[in-house]
């Protein structure tokens, strides 16, 4: 009986720190994992085991997701280059009009944020992701044939309640496969592809603009069709490109499947698909006055990107160039923006620090407004476009992760 208990204490010796953690976490029962069961005991692997893994995660999910959210992007914002491009003039958007059309947009977009997540939650995200990239790349196709201000305003709708679920679904979907010190870095990487849709806006604005008259449509017509077949071709990509969950990602070894659900275990956080939804959580979300904190700083966030995003092409046409330069000079803010955005999101995570960069990014956005608005000459104001979009794009990512992945 001693040799017996004397083998067993040699053998708990020779576990692996990774091994001990799986038994003490198996102990606490309150938490489901989906598949867990299923998957062999997680392998100890070295710090460039694990750099190669998620660079293996990385690849199948970044390329795909950051094409998406491009697109997503690129389809919202894309009014602001038609709107040079004779959409006001063919649809008669006097007053008010273009404005209330924009408007219209974000209204459905904000109510169905929360029940799209939900949806998420119940389909499986390889499905309900590329699908809704379809949905909204059929009615951003079918907003190029809009003849009047009601058709308008009823597509900008649609698409409002199209894309409502995919900026807060892949956030959740990339906290199923990521560690919360990783979060930020693939936030940045994936909303990369909106301040990318930027540069491409304009630039395939300007050349879509030679397009005036093809088929007897004006630009604006076929800036809507060709960006909305594209969308199209990307979440038909996404259908076979997207995996759903760790545990049955089968790009993956079973051990690295093991690894990574095991990992995110000990990160404080599910696999996913076996959580309950309750309608407490609602009240409670409502009630926590963390959350309303978080609605004001996004509000001093969101209000100046869509600003800029929206009227940039208008912006830089009222310092007095063209309407094809116009659109050529909206590509440079954009991507400076997005080399500002990912050596941020690198140097964040590794800090593991968020509110510098949210402070730092409101700071551009003042300065570079200041600038836009003074009496100083063109070029200067158009330098202080290049803060503004830096600035507004760059401090999203890390006010994310702090409200929806808690890092």
């Known amino acids: 009986m001693a040799a017996n208990d004397s083998d067993a204490r040699s053998a708990s010796l020779e576990k692996t720190g ?72 063919q649809l008669n958007l006097d007053g008010n009009k273009y404005n209330i059309a924009l408007t219209m947009y974000f209204i ?58 995919l900026f807060p679904g892949v956030v959740y979907y990339l906290t199923l496969w990521y ?87 000990y990160d404080n956080s599910t696999v996913g698909e076996e959580e309950h939804f309750e309608i407490r959580h609602i009240w409670e979300a409502l009630l926590d ?6 609605i004001l700083i996004y509000m001093s966030i969101i209000t100046p990107l869509y600003g800029i995003s929206l009227f940039l092409p208008s912006i830089i046409n009222g310092f007095g ?12 803010p954009y991507v400076f923006a997005t080399a500002t955005l990912l050596v941020w999101a690198i140097w964040s995570d590794r800090i593991k620090k968020r509110y510098p960069f949210v402070l730092a990014g409101l700071t551009y956005i003042l300065v570079g407004f200041a600038i836009n608005i003074s009496d100083v000459p063109a070029g200067a104001k158009y330098f202080g476009t290049f803060l503004v979009v830096a600035g507004a794009v760059c401090r999203l990512p890390g006010r994310r992760c702090m409200r929806d992945v808690g890092c």
Not at 80 to 86: D, P, R
Not at 117 to 143: A, D, E, H, Q
């Open 321 to 332: 160039y063209t309407t094809a330069i116009s659109q050529l000079l909206t590509v440079p």
């Open 18 to 89: 990774v091994e001990l953690m799986v038994e003490e976490a198996s102990m606490k029962p309150d938490v489901a994992y989906g598949g867990e069961d299923e998957l062999p005991p997680p392998p100890d692997l070295s710090e460039a085991q694990i750099k190669a893994l998620y660079r293996k995660i990385d690849l199948r999910l970044m390329p795909i997701l950051t094409l998406m959210y491009l697109c997503s992007f690129l389809d919202r914002g894309n009014i602001g280059n038609a709107k040079l491009q004779g959409l006001l003039t």
């Open 108 to 165: 459905p977009y904000c109510l169905f944020e929360c029940p799209a997540n939900l949806v998420l939650k119940k389909f499986r995200p390889s499905r309900w992701l590329p699908g809704i990239t379809l949905l909204w790349g059929l009615i951003m196709t079918l907003m190029g044939l809009v003849k009047n201000y009601p058709q308008l305003v009823g597509t900008r709708i649609c698409l409002g309640v199209a894309e409502a679920g």
């Open 179 to 265: 560690p919360r010190h990783m979060i930020q870095y693939r936030v940045g990487l994936f909303f990369g592809g909106a301040t990318l849709a930027g540069a491409f806006s304009g630039l395939l604005a300007f050349g879509i603009s030679f397009m005036s008259g093809t088929a007897g449509m004006l630009g604006w017509s076929w800036i809507f069709i060709i960006e909305g077949l594209a969308t199209i071709v990307v979440g038909v990509v996404a259908f076979f490109v997207l995996v759903d969950f760790p545990h049955t990602a089968t790009f993956l070894t079973p051990e690295e499947r093991a690894y990574v659900v095991h990992r995110k275990k």
């Open 289 to 294: 006055w963390q959350v309303w904190l978080h």
